[in-house]
């Protein structure tokens, strides 16, 4: 399979793997943005792209920015449809308590490229008994 890529700035950075087996991507911030406490920006990577058939890329938060900044993404995993052909932005927050500075070059995010399932819809009169049932949130304990 393969990712096709056009960087739309000179600065942009072609995602890699860092590692062989890694299943992100790194995405790079082209820009320079500092995000207060309690806000949210949209960083641009510069590059769009075509994904192969029947998959959708995730952008998924980095864990050290999590770890040691509270920096993490708004709407995580945010999703790329495979028909998007636009740039590439991240929406990060930060949860912290001081200003964060994202700095052109930075690693800020990565894409993991996923396989899509597309269901028929039908409506029905009911639904099948499990032994959950309806019960939901906190129902199995704490």
Do not use: C, W
Not at 36 to 52: F, M, N, R, T, Y
Not at 77 to 82: A, K, L, Q, S, V
Not at 85 to 105: A, C, K, M
């Amino acid at each position: 399979m393969k990712l096709k890529i056009i960087k739309l700035r000179e600065q942009a950075v072609i995602p890699k793997y860092e590692h062989d087996n890694d299943s992100g991507l790194d995405l790079i911030s082209i820009e320079n943005v500092k995000i207060e406490s309690g806000d949210s920006q949209l960083v641009k990577i510069g590059i769009s792209i075509e994904l192969p058939p029947n998959t959708e890329a995730q952008i998924r938060p980095r864990s050290g920015l999590a770890l040691r900044h509270k920096v993490t993404i708004l709407n995580a995993p945010g999703t790329i449809d495979e028909g998007y052909r636009g740039e590439i932005g991240v929406i990060l927050i930060n949860h912290g308590q001081t200003s964060f500075q994202v700095i052109q070059g930075m690693r800020i995010a990565q894409m993991v490229i996923v396989p899509v399932i597309r269901v028929k819809i039908e409506e029905v009169d009911s639904l099948s008994n499990t032994i959950r049932g309806s019960r939901g949130f906190g129902s199995t304990g704490f």
